[in-house]
């Protein structure tokens, strides 16, 4: 049914006068009128044509009028219907009523004003409930479109988290290969040390080390194979922190190119963490390596800035410093490189962000530094001014 177009009044009375009556009622109201006599006509344009309003007398001699109004409301329930009902009838007529009828009209019609009131009050709220139904028509509409829509996002999420976690093996993956590349380079200097060295008791020493680094790499691996890396305590030792330094130093001036790079240390007697060997070193093989490559890109011509360290001779100072203050180890690992441009500094502990040219560098070393100090409870973050070099500075709680 729509609420466009003619409205469609149907007028069933078998009594010609009834007939004639409404028909002048009805007559110059812009709505289609049919009139018809008995309730099988009326029950032939039911079934085959839109009715908007069923106006029927309830004592009809063939069909009775109840039953046209649950034919019209059958074929369309916002058919609206009136009943034409004698005084007797009272009763049927609040029955109709209860049949969804929209009022009655009783027997002799002493005023058809009245009747074209109730008919045009019907058609009006018949309006509304096309008005309804059309709306509740279109919400469930964009219902449906908002569901596909979620169904939609939910699938994506799920793609998403897939991939992610893709990304995320691709991460570990690659950071895996980056901390076993560390002590290879390690062994790798020392093995082109023993071959040239003449002095047994030196190449037994480099070998011993050499050793020492096959166990961090075996550590890596065994770590690995038990994926319980965070929660085992396992290789939890204490980890003299003057000790770890050095040897991250050491480890970096063998396996890169630091002719020129002058280390500084200044490191507070027994600083210690609970922690693993292996991960601390890590943290500041990254941390030197980086700072050796920044001075290293500088030369020649840096100047260095008021807080870096001052240049060598030959150039680049690398420095690193610790101490104790009041619950916390600090440690800072300076530089007077290049430094690190404000709104890259925000990028630099993200996986995979490197400025290094292709096969130089990964861009994990950060990342994984992030990963084991804050694994730790600890924090880092940078201080950099452009052409003043960069200094990070770690602290870690004390263990009580
Ligand atoms: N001391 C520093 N001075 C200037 N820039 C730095 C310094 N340390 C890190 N950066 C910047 O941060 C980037 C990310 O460092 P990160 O150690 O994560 O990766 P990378 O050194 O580029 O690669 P990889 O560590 O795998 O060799 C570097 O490419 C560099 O641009
Ligand atoms: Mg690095």
New binding site residues.
């Given amino acids: 049914m729509k609420s466009d177009g003619k409205k469609h009044l149907l007028v069933v009375d078998d009594e010609p006068v009834i007939l004639q009556i409404l028909k002048a009622v009805f007559e110059e109201e812009p709505w289609k009128l049919t009139l018809v006599g008995t309730g099988t006509d009326a029950k032939r344009i039911i079934e085959n044509e839109p009715v908007h309003l069923l106006l029927t007398d309830k004592n009809l001699p063939d069909i009775n009028g109840m039953e046209l109004l649950k034919l019209a409301k059958q074929k369309e329930p916002l058919t609206e219907v009136i009943i034409l009902t004698g005084y007797g009838s009272l009763e049927t007529a609040l029955a109709a009523i209860e049949l969804d009828a929209f009022d009655y009209v009783l027997k002799p019609l002493n005023n058809v004003f009245d009747i074209r009131k109730k008919v045009r009050q019907a058609f009006a709220k018949q309006d509304v409930s096309l008005e309804n139904r059309r709306l509740i028509a279109e919400l469930r509409e964009k219902n449906g479109a908002l569901e596909a829509a979620l169904e939609e996002t939910r699938s994506l999420q799920a793609e998403l988290i897939q991939s992610e976690k893709l990304a995320g093996i691709g991460t570990l993956a690659a950071g895996i290969a980056?901390e076993i590349s560390s002590p290879l380079f390690g062994i790798m200097g020392l093995a082109e040390a023993i071959a040239d060295e003449q002095d047994l008791s030196l190449a037994q020493s480099y070998a011993r080390e050499i050793v020492e680094y096959c166990r961090t790499v075996r550590d890596i691996v065994v770590e690995l194979s038990s994926y319980s890396r965070a929660a085992t305590n396992e290789y939890l030792t204490t980890v003299e922190l003057s000790r770890v330094i050095q040897d991250a130093i050491r480890l970096v001036e063998r396996s890169s190119d630091t002719a020129g790079v002058h280390y500084e240390t200044n490191i507070e007697a027994d600083l210690h963490l609970h922690a693993r060997t292996n991960e601390i070193q890590q943290v500041f093989v990254?941390?030197v390596?980086?700072?050796t490559?920044?001075v290293r890109e500088a030369e020649p011509g840096t100047e260095p800035g008021a807080n870096a360290p001052a240049k060598s001779p030959g150039g680049g100072v690398v420095r690193v410093s610790a101490g104790r203050a009041g619950n916390h180890v600090w440690i800072t690992v300076s530089?007077n490189?290049?430094?690190?441009e404000p709104d890259?500094q925000k990028l630099?502990?993200d996986p995979f962000?490197?400025?290094?040219a292709p096969g130089?560098?990964?861009?994990?070393?950060?990342?994984i530094?992030y990963r084991i100090v804050t694994k730790y409870r600890g924090a880092i973050h940078v201080e950099?001014t452009l052409g003043k070099?960069?200094t990070?500075e770690l602290r870690f709680p004390i263990e009580r």
């Fill in positions: 980056h990254n941390l390596k980086n700072a490559e920044a530089d490189g290049p430094g690190i890259k630099i502990f962000y490197t400025t290094k130089k560098g990964t861009g994990l070393g950060l990342n530094v950099s070099g960069a990070f």
